[in-house]
């Protein structure tokens, strides 16, 4: 009786104790400057929102139909074949990060590169390990549209693209500069070998899905509405991107509780 | 002397800076074990599981203040009954969020690697880093300490922020329904539903 009566005193202590801490977070106040709309909101420019939620549906069904259950299947891999395919990947894409990043003038950043480079495709066996990683060169991306970015070009509007999603005017742009000027694709064209070019862009596709796999799914589980929260989201990590930062601290701060009750 | 005064001063300042980051670490850490705990215990049944992790969110989110902020204008406009039953449909959403979010990281294992505090906002930013087989995910946790508690404002995952993707959604939903929170209400419900059978199944 003792004990039941234990059970019960502890039940009610740990709801009553949640309630406290519960009530205690609705006194976290708002600024009254959040009834303005944030900056990132203000940027997104979707003149075409019909035919692009038309091309995301696509997209989301085709998704759902091949890509995420092949990169599921990817997953299943030995980790180090994963990391292997990732690596590999991830060095063809070198030559053209260090003619961005001398575009961009990270003078710094592209001898790193070339390092980088140099020793996964030497010591790393083509690129399938990455041994620079390891002797602290960095890996650091920069593609073409960030390269116009930098320059001063605007965002244009959003474009959702079949099969390759979510883009703007000027990374659309920055996409077919890589297409066209990939040096590692040239020279497979050039070679009479062009299906290695689609293969190169499926299994990136393959690879870069595997890594969201549960971010994805939490975002269409519990969204309201996908399409949106994917075009936040695709402007929040440009932006990031573009400002070469994963510094969180550049990320707009929700003018929550400056002031409080 | 005025130079020994100096350094004092600006160790000071310092230590104190550094010891509230690592407060809210330690905090933190403590609040995301117990979401990871509810996660790796088989024995619980998934809807105890869910509440737990629920209230865990509850009681560490700024939920109410989160609500207001991505509601804007529909939530000024609406009557005290309409926020209210929004404040309690959004914490639940939230909920359902940030646990969807965290169910795929349940047996990852995680550092928090840094903590850093912002005096010009008063917010503590926390950096934890989850170890994946294929390699790591930063993710920032924006945190408010509001009567010598701590609360999280938002969280940031690969430079997208949580709050500002649900504002944005948000703000595209409530143009539909011509910014009546009423009406939004009705949508949120929904959605909280299929996502609770979701999570729980």
């Known amino acids: 009786m003792q004990k039941i009566n234990q059970i019960i005193f502890i039940v009610f202590l740990t709801l009553f104790s949640f309630q406290i801490l519960a009530a205690a977070s609705d006194q976290v106040s708002a600024d009254s400057d959040d009834f303005e709309t944030t900056t990132v909101e203000d940027e997104i420019y979707d003149p075409f929102e019909k035919i692009n939620r038309a091309i995301f549906s696509f997209n989301n069904a085709a998704d759902q139909i091949i890509l995420e259950p092949v990169a599921k299947g990817y997953k299943k891999l030995p980790s180090p074949v994963q990391s292997g395919i990732s690596n590999f990947l991830s060095n063809l894409r070198m030559p053209l990060v260090v003619v961005n990043q001398l575009l961009q003038g990270q003078g710094k950043n592209a001898a790193e590169s070339t390092g980088r480079f140099v020793v996964n495709t030497t010591a790393g066996i083509f690129g399938l390990i990455d041994v ?123 003018l929550i509780s400056i002031e409080f009750e | 002397m005025k130079s020994f005064i100096s350094v004092c001063f600006v160790l000071i300042i310092f230590y104190s800076f550094n010891s509230q980051g ?16 509810a996660y790796q215990d088989p024995n619980l049944p998934s809807e105890n599981r869910f509440l737990l992790i629920e209230q865990t969110i509850n009681n560490n989110f700024a939920g109410k203040s989160i609500a207001i902020h ?132």
Not at chain 1, 134 to 155: H, M, N, R
Not at chain 1, 187 to 208: H, K, L, M
Not at chain 1, 212 to 237: C, G, P, T
């Open chain 1, 132 to 254: 620079a990683d390891k002797i602290g060169l960095e890996e650091k991306e920069e593609d073409f549209g960030q390269t116009l970015a930098t320059w001063g070009v605007g965002d244009g509007f959003y474009i959702v693209l079949p099969l390759f999603g979510p883009s703007n005017v000027r990374d659309t742009s920055g996409m077919l500069m890589t297409m066209v000027t990939d040096p590692v694709n040239a020279y497979a064209a050039s070679e009479g070998e062009a299906w290695f070019v689609t293969t190169r862009i499926t299994t990136n596709a393959i690879d870069q899905r595997s890594k969201i796999i549960d971010e994805v799914n939490a975002l269409r589980n519990n969204s309201l509405d996908y399409y949106a929260a994917v075009r936040s989201s695709y402007y929040q990590n440009r932006k990031a991107a573009i400002d070469n930062t994963d510094d969180s601290d550049l990320t707009p701060l929700p």
């Open chain 2, 22 to 37: 690592s407060e809210a670490s330690n905090w933190l850490k403590t609040e995301v074990d117990k979401i990871l705990i």
């Open chain 2, 70 to 201: 991505v509601a804007k204008k529909s939530y000024k406009n609406a009557s005290e009954e309409k926020r209210k039953e929004y404040i309690e449909l959004f914490k639940r959403h939230l909920a359902l969020n940030i646990a969807g979010l965290m169910q795929g990281y349940k047996n990852q294992e995680y550092k928090l690697i840094d903590a850093r505090y912002d005096e010009k906002n008063k917010v503590n930013y926390i950096d934890m880093e989850i170890n994946l087989d294929t390699g790591n995910i930063l993710v920032t946790w924006r945190v408010l300490k509001h009567k010598e508690r701590y609360f999280v404002i938002d969280l940031i995952l690969s430079g997208i922020s949580l709050v500002e993707t649900k504002r944005s959604e948000f703000n595209s939903m409530l143009k539909t329904v011509d910014y009546n929170l009423s009406e939004f209400n009705k949508k949120l419900s929904d959605q909280n539903e299929i996502s609770y059978s979701k999570i729980i199944n």
